[in-house]
């Protein structure tokens, strides 16, 4: 299958950069995320009048504008990753600033050429930051200057955040910095797929998605994580590790991660908007089953009684054989957990440099027959894909033992489940997932703070 978008990304001064950097550790270059383009750009000042905005604007950085050296191409202390002091174990570093010219030293030179150089956007395209850069979410998303609302598209999926301001649980806003980047990569890949991705609170009321990130207060009710009607609460505590860690021995799981929530229940949202009352409908009975079946029932059944002995053969994880909208929501984790993972690795060459398809690895590749529709005109791409995953997550597995860690990817896959999987590409890659209904803009209520 094609490379959607590399993970690979470099500053105008040739070094890598990151999904989440806002500024390059290197020269200083502020750093912002396109999500439109999935590409992290260097930054400068933009240039010229800039009416009607009273926050900085942007611009992707280039030589022409900015010279050797510019005040642009050094983070503006106004610019600079909020300072987080009051957030136990946390500390920002200063503000690069650029060293004073020697009036005798001789002309700088051009910046080495990135060795993958972004892709540039129109040359008029302004941008302003994410209204978060300057909160504990540290957000580096950028907005293009003509939109009307001061979050970009994964800060403003929000409704209610924790409270910031209570004296009783001072790490709030740690924790909630963890959710932001945990949430911004789902919402990045999300985009990446062309799913609609609109915001029940100022885009799409009707069936937009929307996120409550709680915490419960001290000794108060815990927070239960969950979706309903384009809802997704999730349980801040969950971004405490030892917390996260408890609650996944107690659940007896392999993997329990902030982002594999988001990823999950963004699942159940999905089924609402794809397959519901849709053509798809007869072929997730055909693999899931009938969601039909009394959910409540179901899941108790699962706590008391425990999953059925050949779950293994049939499941992608004990959790999937309570109901099949937990069969798809586990599913569907799965698929942008490799979509996700497979585009980084061939992002930064891995899977052609380390000639993963003719490494040394035991391994015994998947058939067509194991497919939902084998016959289907790209269902040998996407065998290719998932014996990518196979050889990539076998190695990787070893890598990670060999740093005493747990595995990668601590998961089998049976044929019942790769069949669920091109069943899930299929709705995404239809182009039923575009015909999204048009965004539009709500004023904007103040975003809560949970109380």
Known sequence: MPLLA?????????????????????????????????????????????????APLWQVWRPSLAGAVTNAMVMNPLDAPPQLQDIPGQQSAPPLQAPPLDPAAPPM????????????????QLYKRC?????????????????????????????????LTDAGQPDNGYLWGLVETAKRRLVSSLIILGLPVASKV????????????????????????????GLITLNVDEADDATRELARKAMREPYRTLLGHFRHEVGH??????????????????????????????????????????????????????????????????????????????????IASLNVDQADLEFTPFMLNALWQPDHPEAEHFLAFLNHWNRLTLMLNQMSRSMGQSDFYPF??????????????????????????????VQPEPLLMAT
């Open 6 to 54: 590399s993970r690979n990304y470099r500053c105008q001064c040739g070094q890598p950069v990151y999904f989440r950097n806002s500024a390059c550790l290197t020269c200083g270059s502020p750093l912002g995320y396109d999500c439109e383009q999935s590409l992290v750009y260097p930054l400068m000042l933009a240039a010229g009048p800039t009416q009607n905005h009273t």
């Open 109 to 124: 030179q051009e910046p080495p050429a990135p060795v993958n150089p972004p892709m540039v956007p129109p040359a008029a």
């Open 131 to 163: 209204l978060n850069r300057a909160t504990p979410a540290a957000c580096n998303w950028l907005i293009p200057a003509q939109d009307p609302l001061d979050f970009c598209r994964a800060c403003r999926l929000n409704r209610t955040i924790p409270d």
């Open 202 to 229: 100022t885009e799409d009321p009707g069936r937009g998605l929307m996120f409550d990130l709680l915490r419960a207060p001290l000794g108060g009710k815990p927070v239960m994580t969950g979706h309903e009607s």
């Open 269 to 350: 949202y999905y089924w609402d908007r794809l397959v519901a009352g849709t053509r798809w409908l007869d072929g997730f009975h055909q693999l899931f089953g009938d969601e039909s079946a009394d959910y409540v029932a179901s899941l108790q059944r699962n706590y008391s009684e425990g999953p059925p002995a050949n779950w293994p053969q049939r499941f992608v994880s004990a959790y999937a054989s309570s109901h099949p909208w937990e069969d798809w929501a586990e599913c569907w984790a799965h698929y942008l957990h490799m979509r996700d993972a497979i585009d980084t690795a061939r992002g930064f060459g891995l």
């Open 412 to 441: 089998t896959l049976p044929s019942a489940v790769l069949a669920k999987l091109q069943f899930i590409h299929l709705v995404v890659t239809s182009g039923d997932a575009s015909a999204a209904s048009p965004r539009q803009f």
